[in-house]
T-cell receptor, first 112, second 113 residues
């Protein structure tokens, strides 16, 4: 049981490049989330999903897109990377009826 | 939306003393309040949580109190140890958790030997 797995762990992008941050969970959780954490700050919600085929915007969705084609996977897409997207990205999940969120190890992204 | 304020931003205490971190939230519909510990370069780790139908919860040296009327909750760590040094985040969740957590900005807890 791996929990929540994020890839890659680190990535450096040039301005304008695109990439997909991968997140997969093997706990059959229907709720999944993407957060970003800027240096010295708390986590902010980017997008969330309450089940396959259903996604919605969080507090800071601009510049990102998501999809949820399966229960297990919730990829985050950056189409035109900007320096303001330099951050650590955490994926999390929980099962409906339970509040405890399980976090992945994070992806550290730098846009230069 | 929900807003969570956390204080202080930095807290330095002597080893063995107690530490208290305070948070306030804005949305009275919030019903779940977790506390996370984050070490440098690591993921947030849940250390204790409380639901809105409970006023206090304790787990060994860690306790959390909730005042729903004041929309205020606090983390108490007693007999602090060097390994308690980390950044601590409070958070609030509402609407059954579908919308995720709203986090405070964090408290850097420093345990002085």
């Amino acid at each position: 049981n791996a929990g929540v797995t994020q890839t890659p762990k680190f990535r450096i992008l040039k301005i304008g490049q695109s990439m997909t941050l991968q997140c997969t969970q093997d706990m059959n959780h229907n709720y999944m989330y993407w957060y970003r954490q800027d240096p010295g700050m708390g986590l902010k919600l980017i997008y969330y999903s309450v089940g396959a085929g259903i996604t919605d915007k969080g507090e800071v969705p601009n510049g990102y897109n998501v999809s949820r084609s399966t229960t297990e996977d919730f990829p985050l897409r950056l189409e035109l990377a900007a320096p303001s997207q330099t951050s650590v990205y955490f994926c999390a999940s929980h099962v409906g009826g339970e509040n405890i969120q399980y976090f992945g190890a994070g992806t550290r992204l730098s846009v230069l | 939306g929900e807003n969570v304020e956390q204080h202080p931003s930095t807290l330095s205490v002597q080893e063995g003393d107690s530490a208290v971190i305070k948070c306030t939230y804005s949305d009275s519909a919030s019903n779940y309040f977790p506390w996370y510990k984050q070490e440098l370069g690591k993921r947030p780790q849940l250390i204790i949580d409380i639901r809105s139908n409970v006023g206090e919860k304790k787990d060994q040296r860690i306790a959390v109190t909730l005042n729903k009327t004041a929309k205020h909750f606090s983390l108490h760590i007693t007999e602090t140890q060097p390994e308690d040094s980390a950044v601590y985040f409070c958070a609030a969740m509402f609407r059954g958790g579908a919308d995720g957590l709203t986090f405070g900005k964090g408290t850097h807890l420093i345990i002085q030997p």
